[in-house]
């Protein structure tokens, strides 16, 4: 009988482009374990469909991420090996890698510039996990929590320095400087959040602000480095630049609508971003949009570190009773028609249908 179910459901969902497990759910009567183990599926679908095109270059990029992170050091090798086992899918590196085969031929520039981004990326990753004291990344334990801070740190730092070094063999002057824009761009990002925590105003123009600089500014600068490393003209690095940034924006959105939900796989418990002060856009959109003193104190007390788990709990409730997560998801499916109409008409259509499933995948994702 379950076979028969999965068959059904998982033919229902391949005739939709960008579906919904709940409508599909609530319409066909289908038990919500099967639609789960369905989406999963159809999106490692999809996840190989993204890969398509760039699978031989992509194999490269692992085995040359791999031996970057290698050393001598036995501490030092312990935590870089524990760090590789617990990387993520490397969305970042395959959109460069993609970006650069829709305007060109993938080289070594494309490697090395792909490469400094990640080992950026995931620096970050392990900073941030200091900066807001947290012991989960990715569902498992963070570096901080299984070392201690000052391991996190010094570990960030050599990331950082391999970073750098990596943008220095593209050999371009343009991903060199490409590459440190974003690390201050991060930087000030983080800054910028700190700041808003004490804000009395719920402004969704600092939300987006935070995102530019923190999110976005990765996949931004992971498609504009692949077109620099093609030697693409001016127009199209302009173009990719903004369609990374459409899916950053994208992306960060899908995660911040996690948080009022609670999964194990995504590595942390429903309104976790409240804990630490921040308001993201589902909760923006219900505190201007209604007139509610009540929940705008609460609001300010979310945000002041001064709320129980109840309060939140309240919170994340008033948030989807009033519309938050719909105008979100609207928001995010906004960005993705932005970034798809950037795609030129004239490129490979494989490449163009990569790109389109890595846009779908990022908002379809479910975790």
Do not use: W
């Amino acid at each position: 009988m379950h076979k028969h179910l999965i068959e059904k459901c998982l033919s229902i969902l391949k005739k939709s482009l960008v579906f919904s497990i709940v409508k599909v759910q609530k319409k066909y009567r289908i038990p919500s374990f099967i639609t789960t183990f369905v989406h999963k599926l159809t999106c490692m679908d999809k996840l190989q469909q993204i890969k398509l095109p760039i699978d031989k270059e992509f194999e490269e990029f692992r085995r040359l991420f791999d031996s970057s992170l290698q050393s001598s050091n036995s501490l030092l090798s312990e935590v870089l090996s524990y760090i590789k086992q617990r990387n993520g899918k490397m969305m970042r590196p395959i959109l460069a890698l993609l970006i650069a085969k829709l305007f060109g031929e993938i080289n070594d520039s494309t490697l090395h510039a792909a490469l400094s981004l990640e080992l950026l990326h995931t620096a970050s990753l392990v900073h941030d996990d200091v900066v807001d004291e947290s012991d989960k990344r990715r569902g498992q334990s963070s570096v901080n929590a299984i070392y201690n801070n000052k391991v996190s740190v010094l570990v960030g730092d050599y990331m950082l320095a391999t970073s750098l070094k990596h943008s220095a063999m593209t050999r371009e002057i343009t991903i060199v400087d490409l590459v440190a824009c974003l690390g201050q761009n991060l930087s000030e990002g983080e800054i910028i959040q700190l700041a808003n925590i004490n804000a009395s105003e719920f402004s969704e123009e600092v939300y987006y602000d935070v995102i530019r600089k923190k999110t976005a500014a990765l996949f931004t600068a992971s498609a504009e480095a692949g077109a620099i490393s093609v030697h693409a003209s001016d127009e199209m690095v302009k173009n990719a630049r903004l369609f990374g940034e459409m899916i950053g924006i994208a992306f960060q959105i899908k995660d911040d609508i996690f948080d009022y939900y609670s999964s194990d796989e995504i590595g942390k418990p429903t309104g976790n971003d409240m804990r630490e002060g921040k308001l993201t856009l589902p909760a923006l959109y219900v505190l201007n949009m209604f007139d509610d003193e009540e929940m705008r104190k609460l609001a300010l007390r979310i945000r002041a570190l001064d709320a129980s788990d109840e309060d939140i709990a309240r919170f994340i409730e008033y948030t989807k009773v009033k519309g938050g997560i719909e105008y979100a998801r609207q928001a995010m499916v906004d960005y993705r028609n932005k970034a798809l109409a950037l795609l030129p008409q004239s490129a490979g259509q494989a490449v163009k249908d990569a790109l389109t499933a890595y846009i779908d995948y990022v908002i379809e994702r479910d975790k």
